[in-house]
């Protein structure tokens, strides 16, 4: 037996599992790309993402050209 869909507690259909229907899969799925689901982790701000992709300073790369 499986679980009844997330959504709208109908029993779920084998081909849209966990889903009951593609509507409740694509509603799903709005609300992973609209963000109303987060996971849980550590806060970031938005110089976050910079500081992690910036291996060494501007003035680093500079200095190596003769």
Excluded: N
């Amino acid at each position: 037996m499986t679980a009844p869909c997330p959504l709208c507690k109908k029993p779920a259909d084998q081909a849209h599992l966990p889903f009951c229907s593609k509507r409740c899969a694509d509603i799903d799925l709005g609300r992973w790309l609209k963000g109303v689901y987060v996971l849980p982790g550590a806060a970031s701000g938005p110089d976050d993402e910079d500081a992690q992709t910036d291996s060494a300073p501007d003035d680093a790369i500079d200095s190596e050209t003769p």
